[in-house]
Nanobody
């Protein structure tokens, strides 16, 4: 069994910063990569950025140069968000591409709310 858990959401004023964390745990044989998505009210879920555990990192244009994805250890990634604006308000989800035994699948966290407001 695999668990993906996000943390770190909250309320921040415009221009502020926030860091989200995502930890994958359980019966993991290998992690190929992890990604952050977000879903604002009334909108589709969109990719924020992804990190492959081979080292490649990609960002959506809307967050490039403001958001940074890092990897602390084998199973934890962070999303550092700077210069936040109300348009960044959304539920942020972590996705992990994980192999358990001989099965490879995507696992999702429950999401963490990020609200940017004065």
């Amino acid at each position: 069994q695999v668990q993906v858990v996000e943390s770190g959401g909250g309320l921040v004023q415009p221009g502020g910063s926030l860091q989200l964390s995502c930890r994958a745990s359980g019966s993991i044989s290998n992690i190929f990569g992890m990604a952050w998505y977000r879903q604002a009210p009334g909108k589709q879920r969109e990719l924020v950025g992804r990190i492959s555990f081979g080292g490649r990192i990609d960002y959506a244009d809307s967050v490039k140069f403001r958001f940074t994805i890092t990897r602390d250890n084998r199973n934890v990634v962070y999303l550092q968000m700077n210069k936040l604006s109300p348009e960044d308000t959304a539920v942020y989800y972590c996705n992990a591409d994980i192999q358990t035994g001989s099965t490879r699948a995507d696992y999702w966290g429950q999401g963490t709310q990020v609200t940017i407001s004065s």
